[in-house]
Nanobody
Framework: VQLQASGGGLVQAGGSLRLSCAAS????????MGWFRQAPGKQRELVAR???????TYADSAQGRFNISRDLAKNTVTLEMNSLQHEDTAVYYC???????????????WGQGTQVTVSS
């Protein structure tokens, strides 16, 4: 399984960016696809994810500003980020979580990371 992320870049505060991620390979038992981010000196944190049923979850910081969508047929996930703030500056990682049989945990695949920089 490979995750190919695109988008990101440099934007001024208040601007918008779109991140896209495409999953390829033989994939069974997808639980969710989504985006995490990691700022310098901080832990990786969830930004938004969408389950295989289409139910989205957002971090409080993303609620109302970001929108996540998924194309089941293409195994892609897109994150529309609006009203970006300096605090959104981070490396953003695409995530694919798959169900592990007979286990309560998911197995996580990660994309290569894409830099988002918001200038204030």
């Amino acid at each position: 399984v490979q995750l190919q992320a695109s988008g990101g870049g440099l934007v001024q505060a208040g601007g918008s960016l779109r991140l896209s991620c495409a999953a390829s390979g033989v994939i069974f038992g997808i639980n969710s696809m989504g985006w995490f981010r990691q700022a310098p000196g901080k832990q990786r944190e969830l930004v938004a994810r969408v389950t295989s049923y289409g139910s989205p979850t957002y971090a409080d910081s993303a609620q109302g500003r970001f929108n996540i969508s998924r194309d089941l047929a293409k195994n892609t996930v897109t994150l529309e980020m609006n009203s970006l703030q300096h605090e959104d500056t981070a490396v953003y990682y695409c995530n694919l979580a798959v169900v592990v049989p007979l286990s309560p945990d998911n197995y996580n695949y990660w994309g290569q990371g894409t830099q988002v920089t918001v200038s204030s």
